[in-house]
Structures are given as structure tokens and as C-alpha cells.
């Protein structure tokens, strides 16, 4: 498809449209188009945001090699010019790695972002929950707990109580495989309470069956005493205190 004459930017904007409606393919062909644009008039800036942005669409639909081309070209770019832009390359790539299993580099990649982060606070939490993930996939549930109660208090210092829940509901998953139930069906109820409070009752909900589903497992089997107030982690004891959860 040509550009017919449109402007790269207004490109860029057509693919981001079509990404955010979920058609990846066409988003894809408006990034190319873009690149295409910025590199005929010597944009780099230009030609690292449409090559991100094609990454960003390839990833989506499940083509971790070429989003990991993309990405990389993308990252030399933004490292060439010092753009703000790398940390999000870095990210994009460490998730890219991810996709294909290959913690090692996702890992060292998230941290290397998280590093970058250090003003940017929701990417910064953001680095957290991505190692913390393939911690988890990895069944290193220390790391793990460890990542999301860090991410738990960034979202929670800059009042984005989204991404809160989304660590409490990821925090009550390891407690769950842990063994901890008791433990985690109090953070579970926490979880899908802001859900509800947000309005995302569909997220609630699914968190709701996950603490029956918990419960229907301690009712056939199960000689673990409730959890005290005491043996709460002083990071919930904190949330259990707030009658919002977050302070915003």
C-alpha cells in the first residue's frame, strides 16, 4: 500500500489506530509505510519509532523473531541518538525473549530497563512484574514474590491501582502454589476488590473463582490454621489497613 502522500506522522497515528483495534496485520502495514517515509527523509528518531512500533505489532501476533529484529534495530537507534525511547525498546525486546523462553535474556534485558527506569516510575514497575514473571515461569517463586511486592509498592506510591491489583492478584498466585491458601485468598480478596471498585467486574470475577476454587480445595483437604494477623508480611498488613487499598 502506498502512503499516498501522507505524512509520516499521521502514519504512524493510522498504525497505532489499527493496533489499539486489535488488527495487527494492517497496523503493521502503516508502521512499514512510516519507516518507509522517515527513512527517505533521514529521520532516524523517525525510523526507531516506526521500527518499535512494527515490532510492537509482530509480537502481538506471535512472530518473536522478527519482533526481536525489530527491536534490536530499533534499540541501536534510540542508544544512537540517547532517546528516553531505549527503555522501552529494552522492554519490548526482554518480552520478545521471554516469548521464546529464553529467561536468561529477558531477564538481564528487563533489568537493564528497570535500571534505565529511574524516573519513570510505571515503566519502572512495569520492568518489575516483566522479571518477575519469568521468575515465576521459571518456578522461582522468592524472585518472583520478591519482584511484584516492589512493582506493588511503585504502582501503589503513584496511585495506579490497575496495575496494584494485577501484583496482588500475581502475589496471591505464588502464595496459592506455595501452598499458602489461607494467606492467599485474603490477597486474592484484595485483588478483586479494587477490580470491582475500578470497574473491571470481569477481572473481579475471574478472581473470585480463583479464591472458590481455593477454597473448594482447603474444604476436601487441608490442615493449614487460618492466617493471623501477625504472620501477614508487613506489605499486607499495609493494604489490609487502607480502606481503598491505595493511597490516591
Given amino acids: 500500500m502506498a502512503s499516498g502522500g501522507r505524512s509520516p506522522k499521521l502514519l504512524l497515528e493510522l498504525g497505532d489506530m489499527h493496533r489499539y483495534q486489535g488488527d495487527y496485520v494492517k497496523a503493521s502495514d502503516f508502521y512499514k509505510q512510516a519507516l518507509d517515509a522517515y527513512t527517505d527523509i533521514a529521520d532516524t528518531r523517525g525510523r526507531a519509532m516506526s521500527m518499535w512500533n512494527m515490532a510492537e505489532a509482530d509480537r502481538a501476533l506471535g512472530k518473536s523473531g522478527e519482533a526481536i529484529t525489530l527491536y534490536s534495530a530499533a534499540l541501536h537507534l534510540f542508544t544512537e541518538i540517547e532517546d528516553e525511547m531505549r527503555a522501552d525498546a529494552l522492554l519490548g525486546l526482554a518480552k520478545a525473549y521471554s516469548d521464546r523462553g529464553d529467561s536468561g535474556?529477558?531477564?538481564?534485558?528487563?533489568?537493564?530497563?528497570?535500571?534505565?527506569?529511574?524516573?519513570?516510575?510505571?515503566?519502572?514497575?512495569?520492568?518489575?512484574?516483566?522479571?518477575?514473571?519469568?521468575?515465576?515461569?521459571?518456578?522461582?517463586?522468592?524472585?518472583?514474590?520478591?519482584?511484584?511486592?516492589?512493582?506493588?509498592?511503585?504502582?501503589?506510591?503513584?496511585?495506579?491501582?490497575?496495575?496494584?491489583?494485577?501484583?496482588?492478584?500475581?502475589?496471591?498466585?505464588?502464595?496459592?502454589?506455595?501452598?499458602?491458601?489461607?494467606?492467599?485468598?485474603?490477597?486474592?480478596?484484595?485483588?478483586?476488590?479494587?477490580?470491582?471498585?475500578?470497574?473491571?467486574?470481569?477481572?473481579?470475577?475471574?478472581?473470585?473463582?480463583?479464591?472458590?476454587?481455593?477454597?473448594?480445595?482447603l474444604n476436601r483437604d487441608s490442615k493449614e490454621p487460618l492466617a493471623s494477623r501477625d504472620s501477614i508480611p508487613e506489605y499486607l498488613r499495609f493494604i489490609l489497613d487502607q480502606p481503598f487499598r491505595f493511597s490516591i
Avoid: P
Fill in 105 to 217: 535474556k529477558a531477564i538481564a534485558l528487563f533489568s537493564e530497563a528497570k535500571e534505565l527506569l529511574t524516573t519513570d516510575s510505571r515503566g519502572r514497575a512495569n520492568a518489575l512484574c516483566g522479571l518477575a514473571t519469568v521468575y515465576l515461569v521459571g518456578n522461582n517463586y522468592y524472585s518472583a514474590f520478591t519482584r511484584f511486592s516492589e512493582a506493588l509498592e511503585v504502582f501503589k506510591s503513584i496511585g495506579d491501582r490497575l496495575g496494584g491489583a494485577y501484583a496482588l492478584w500475581n502475589l496471591a498466585d505464588i502464595r496459592c502454589r506455595q501452598g499458602r491458601n489461607w494467606e492467599a485468598i485474603q490477597v486474592y480478596e484484595q485483588a478483586a476488590e479494587i477490580f470491582q471498585q475500578i470497574g473491571r467486574t470481569e477481572t473481579a470475577a475471574e478472581v473470585l473463582e480463583e479464591i472458590a476454587a481455593v477454597r473448594r480445595l
